[in-house]
């Protein structure tokens, strides 16, 4: 079951997008991968619709992929960034070794991506995936709100309370006392939400009860893989995808 | 690791919701298994609230769990619906033998997860969780229609194109010629849109389109195990859970 051969993703030229969690796992594990957000010109664009439109994969072992981002790996391809991460996660040994604990790790992975990704990329598309933000403003708003004074301190609160917790064993880490991918998608997720609700975020940190989550954030931009990406050209900036900066969306709590 | 105890699913009384993704694969295994929706008077409820206000687990092993569904097997804890269906499938038969096959499976049911439950619901509630429907009535419709008009399609055609892809192998079932808990996911989530969408649902397959999602939806209803389920009284009808019907957001699309 070897594969001797690099990472591929497939994933939008442009913001760092869902693509991020998982490049911030190979970039921690150092692994060999391509990108086609880094490709020349055209042909990363070209890669995505390929796989968008059905044209690939058409090799009759995998089906047919829906949305970006894709991981290819030899002869396997694979979508659902959760998934993706969970398959790295095992492979560059950011996941736990004991099976029980592979479960327990991928819980805490689809929580954030599910309360603090996909629920802020709804802040700005309540209504329609397809409909330009414009059109759906006064919506977002009223998610936006709920979001920043209900969900966003539910979801970290919760955090908090794992990385508290006998569960999560010594240092910033949130379970068994290793990093884990989990780790990686907390920090990223605590990013994009510092770059889109900079007044709730700054407000939670002054707050002071989410500190761990908060020092978690900082000790994955320490480690030195991830600190010498941060700092490369392959870190894009954010702009048009999950965590968007919108003056009137960044509502004080 | 064996774990000759029976599966403990910890779900809210009432609607099938979540929870039922969960059953199912328990129900087409005939696996033991307890079921707080089943539980006498108010023991379930009390159970689950255990878990949903932090009392448990509290056994330094298993991290705070935030959201049914829950399952515990044996020592084991685990949340969040697609990381338990892919525990179960593994333990019960119902996922692919192959380590690449069960990042595929999974991948197909994060898909049918996404877009065909967790969208449903955010018909219902697309601005806030925590509100009623009442509350949020006028964005549900404006939701609707976009969900029946452009989403339901996009994601019911999604499905009919891996059903007729070589990868889906022989017979009605979504990956390899087996039946996996991917085809039960896709069941349920097809189950309840024909709920909670009549009229959308009707038109699409009348369209005859989306022919091979709708068999797949008929033969796993088929299948002994589901339908001597379907029949019991512990197949819950639908209420107030993902799949709702409000004749106000049954629009023809």
Not at 53 to 66: E, W
Not at 122 to 139: F, N, R, V
Request: glycine share 8%; aromatic share 10%.
């Amino acid at each position: 079951m070897a594969k001797d051969v690099p990472y591929e993703l497939i994933y939008w030229p442009g913001p760092p997008g869902r693509g991020e969690h998982i490049r911030l796992v190979l970039e921690e594990a150092a692994a060999e991968y391509t990108d086609t957000a880094q490709a020349e010109g055209q042909g990363g664009l070209d890669q995505v619709l390929a796989f968008v439109q059905g044209t690939v994969p058409d090799d009759g072992i995998n089906p047919p992929t829906l949305a970006p981002p894709i991981l290819k790996h030899g002869e396997l391809v694979i979508s659902q960034t959760p998934n993706i991460l969970q398959y790295l996660g095992s492979r560059l040994g950011l996941a736990d070794k004991d099976n029980d604990g592979v479960y327990r790790v991928n819980a805490l992975a689809l929580t954030a991506l599910d309360g603090l990704s996909n629920e802020a990329h709804d802040c700005h598309h309540p209504i329609a995936p397809g409909l330009y933000y414009e059109d759906q403003k006064e919506e977002s708003k009223r998610k936006a709100t709920d979001y920043v004074t209900n969900r966003l301190p539910k979801f970290m609160s919760y955090f908090e309370r794992v990385l508290g917790s006998k569960s999560s064993g010594d240092g910033p880490w949130l379970y068994g006392g290793k990093l884990t991918y989990a780790d990686l998608v907390l920090f990223q997720c605590v990013d994009g939400l510092k770059f889109m609700f900079p007044k709730a975020m700054s407000k939670l940190e002054r707050e002071g009860k989410h500190a761990k989550v908060f020092s978690l954030h900082h000790a994955v931009a320490q480690r030195p893989q991830i600190s010498a990406y941060l700092k490369s050209a392959r870190r894009q900036k954010y702009s048009h995808g999950i965590y968007r900066y919108y003056k009137e969306l960044d509502i004080e709590p």
